[in-house]
């Protein structure tokens, strides 16, 4: 079994940062997809991130150049480091681990952009 507690969220104001965090308890952390989605208010779920065992990173559009995603496999942790905030980034933000077709999600992270 798998469980994800993200954390780091909170109230910044437009062009402002957050770093993100997601830990993970469980076996084979270091070879398990990651990813990153978030929900804003009166939208569906969407893709922010990936970052697979290897390190390779993909991003959506709408973040690319802004967010970066990260693991530490010694501590069982993906990271997402937001810059250059916007209004439109506020949303609940939801980790993902995915191995042999399974996926586990966290509980989320309410992330607040707002001047």
């Known amino acids: 079994q798998v469980q994800l507690v993200e954390s780091g969220g909170g109230l910044v104001q437009p062009g402002g940062s957050l770093r993100l965090s997601c830990a993970a308890s469980g076996s084979f952390f270091s070879i398990a997809v990651m990813g990153w989605y978030r929900q804003g208010p009166g939208k569906e779920r969407e893709w922010v991130a990936t970052i697979n065992s290897g390190g390779s990173t993909t991003y959506a559009d709408s973040v690319k150049g802004r967010f970066t995603i990260s693991r530490d496999n010694a501590k069982k942790t993906v990271y997402l480091q937001m810059n250059s905030l916007k209004l439109e980034d506020t949303a609940v933000y939801y980790c993902?681990?995915?191995?042999?077709?399974?996926?586990?999600w966290g509980k989320g992270t309410l992330v607040t952009v707002s001047s």
């Open positions: 993902k681990y995915n191995r042999n077709g399974m996926g586990y």
